[in-house]
C-alpha cells in the first residue's frame, strides 16, 4: 500500500488493519448466509410446486374430461408453478434438458411412481425455451395433457429487513468497539512520548503512573526508572561544578593577594580585573548549582504581578533606562509556578533588555491553548541570526557586547531557559524586523 494512504499513527494503522478484517469477515458470514438463505427458500418453493404439481393432477385426474377446463381455472397456484390443458405436450424431446437441480428438488419421479391408477399414461420432461425453467407434461388416460410449466421465482437473500438493519448495527458497534479499543491500547505510548519529551527539558519532571496493563506498568517502571538514574547524574555532576567552583575561590583570593604585592602597575590592574571575572563567573555558578538543587515547590502565583515587580526593580537599578519599561497585559493572571526561579528567570531576560537594548517592554497575554505567552522587547542591536541559539550556552556572550559595564558571565540566558523549561515552558529569541530583540516566554497556563 502507497505510503500516502496509510494512516501515519500507530493507532490508525493497527485500526485499519482490523477494520479491514472486520469488513472481510462480515462480507463472508453474510456471503454464507445468503447462501444458506437461498438454498433453504429454493428448497422450501421447490417441495411446494411439487407437492402442489402432484395434488393438481391428482385432481385433475378425478375430475371428468369436459369439467377439468373449469376446475384448472379455480384451482390457485402457487408462484413458479403454470398448468395447462393441451392436446399436445409442451415438453419437447428438442428442447434442451431440465435443470438437474430442478429435477432433483421437484423429485418428479415421485408422480411415475405413484400407485396405477394415478399413474399418468404418458410423461415428458425437458428444459423450457428459457433457461432455469422445466416443462412437465403428463398424459390423462383418454388422451389429453397437462402441461406444466415450472420456473422458480428469483431467489431473495435479503428478504428480512430487521437483519440487514440487525447487521449493520453489529458491524458499527463492532468498528466502534475496535476503534476506541485500539485508541485506548496506544494512549500509554503517546503518554510516554509526551513524558520523554517533558524529561528532555525537565530532569525534575513527575514519574508516570505504574499503573495500568502489565506491559504498560512495566514500561512506565522502565522509564521511572532511567529517569530516576539521569536525575541523580545530573545532580552528581551539578555537585561537582558546585564544589570545584567553590574550591576555587580560596586559590582566586590568594592570587589577589600576591597580585596587589605586584610592582608592575598594568600588570596588577590586569591580572585583578580577570581574577575579578573569575569571581564573578564562580558566584554565577555557585547560584545556578545552587538554585538547581533547591527544590522550590510550586504554587499558584500572580504572573501579572511578578512581571510588573521585575519590571519595578529593573528601573530601580537603572533609573536611566527607566522611561523605556513598560509593561502591557491583564491587571492579574494566576498560573501555578516556582516563584522565585520564575523571578530570576524573567529578570534575567529584561536584564538583558535593559543592558543590551536600553530598554525593556513586556507583553503578557492571556492564555490560549493552555499556554500562556510573554513578550519581552527591546531597541537594541538584536543577535546575529545564527547566534540565536547559541546565546542559550552558559558562558556564551558575544564579543561585540562583551564590555565591562554590562559586565556578565553569560549565564543569564542559559538559566532563565533551564528554569521555563523545567516549569514545561521555554523561552526563544527573535530578532524584530524594526530592530531589537525579542524574547519570547511561554508557560502553561
Ligand atoms: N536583548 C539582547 N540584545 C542583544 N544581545 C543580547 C540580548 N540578550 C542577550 N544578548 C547577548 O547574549 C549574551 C548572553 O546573554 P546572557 O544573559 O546569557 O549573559 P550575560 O548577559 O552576558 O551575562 P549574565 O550572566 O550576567 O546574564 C549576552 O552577552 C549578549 O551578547
Ligand atoms: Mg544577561
Redesign the pocket.
Known sequence: MPRRILPRSLAGRTALVLLVGLILVQVAGLTIHALDRVDLQRFQQAREVSQRAFTLWRTMLATPHDRRGQVLADIELPPGLRAALDDEPSARPGYPPPPPPLVRLLRVEAIMSAPPRMRPREALISGGPRPGQMLASLRFPDGDWLNLRIELPPPRPWHSETFLFAFALMTLTAAALTIWAVRRMTRPVVALAAAADRLGRDVNAPPLPENGPSEVATAARAFNTMAERIRRFVGDRTQMVAAISHDLRTPITRLKLRAELLDDEEARRKILADLDEMEGMIA?TLTFARDDAAAEPSVPLDLAALCRTVLDETADARPEAAEAIAYEGPEHLTITARPVALKRALA?LV???V???GAARLWLDPPREGLVRLRIE?A????PEDQLEQ?FAPF???EA?RNRE?????????IARNILRAHGGDVVLRNLPRGG?A?EVTLPA
Open positions: 554565577a534575567n536584564g538583558n533588555a543592558a543590551y537594548g527591546d537594541g542591536p538584536g543577535v546565546v556564551r556572550r558575544l557586547s554590562t559586565g556578565g558571565v553569560g549565564l543569564g540566558l542559559p530583540l524574547a
